[in-house]
């Protein structure tokens, strides 16, 4: 299984018994061994649904590879949700080994490629969320966190032998040569006082060069050591234009059945007079948002190079904008920790509950077929380089 390893400021997870997955009205899968053991200690009286009058465990019309489904009441609590305590009583009577899979999993989204596990976790859950503004520990990426023994982790389990992510569409990375650009891009976010806006430009004209890299005496790990260590310097947006355009492409990537009612009447106000003048106060939680999306990365393996990377991360950044917009439009003030949160619990469940992942990956990899090869220079005009770096 490898080695795991996650960011710092995810290596003390602890769940905080929000309830947040336990009543956002999801399907939960219970597999054939978890089923036997749950149904037989309902049978004996050792576990006892917390609420609804039916059967708790659904065996009609489940998927083909699942023994049963949980029931969930009207309101979209799961039926072992105690909603008073805020436990679980599956947890709570019988223990965490009898949770369902994807219960022990959440909020943890792993990938498991041929150098180890790779945990991040996705900040809907509110205690994700806080961890990005609570750590104190500086943003890198640590082997060995306590909160994540090693073990099978749900997520993207890349074969042994399947291709290493892409440089770009024409050429392969080797393993060393994505560990130094994951490791590079995390250490990017963890430069003291570096707004989000700078992170993504000079992310994006690392990439670029990295893109020019040639196979020959060198190696691509080699090659990332060699990025300049100057940044370019990004401007806060303004305006909310360019997040609402990254928005409706993640929204063309939520099937149908999913989409939420558009809900833009507002924002583009809100973000201007509400978001905007506090955006400098967060950069610390924010750059940690983008390190957490760069980690453990799955468009990685599902796009086609690293500009696809760097656009999914400018992605989930513009995400954080229009839900912080609409956080503040609803609460009528300004940006603050607490909307903040929010905002950020919205843009992961768009990003990670609602689209398709290899959808949100075909469309940021766009770029890729864009790209100028011979150029090394970002394309975003309100960008300068800082020597001062
Ligand atoms: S089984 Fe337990 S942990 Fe899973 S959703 Fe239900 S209440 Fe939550």
Known sequence: MGPVFSLSVHASYRCRHSGV?????????VG????????EALRMGSLQAAAGGGPPLITEGVPEDEAAMVA???????????????????????????LPS???HFPRLAVRDARGTFISLTH?????????FESEAPIQIVASPPAFPPGDYDGLHVEPDAWPPLLHPRMLMDLDGYTAWEYHMVS????????????????????????????GDSTLAKAVAALPRSHVDGLA????EASLAHHAQ?????????????????????????VAPEWGTWHRPLTRYIAAKAFANWTAYQGRGILSIVRGLDAALALVRVEAARQCRDARRVLDAGLLREAIRGADFALNHLAVGEELASAWSEVEDAANLNTSEPEHERRTENPEG
């Open 21 to 29: 997955c336990c009543s956002s009205d999801w399907d939960v899968p």
């Open 124 to 132: 809907y859950c509110p205690t994700a969320a806080a961890c990005l």
């Open 188 to 215: 990017r976010c963890a430069e003291p006082g570096t707004s989000p806006e700078t992170v993504l430009a000079t992310l994006e004209r690392d990439a670029r060069r990295l893109r020019t890299f040639t196979p």
């Open 237 to 240: 947006h303004a305006t909310l």
């Open 102 to 104: 994807t219960c022990r």
């Open 250 to 274: 993640v929204m063309a990537a939520v099937p149908e059945e999913l989409k939420p009612e558009r809900d833009e009447v507002g924002l583009a106000e809100s973000y201007r007079r509400l």
């Open 72 to 98: 969930r009441t009207a309101s979209g609590d799961c039926v072992f949700y105690h909603r008073s305590s805020g436990l679980c009583v599956i947890h709570r009577d019988l223990g965490a080994a009898e």
């Open 32 to 39: 054939l061994t978890v089923y036997k053991s749950l149904d």
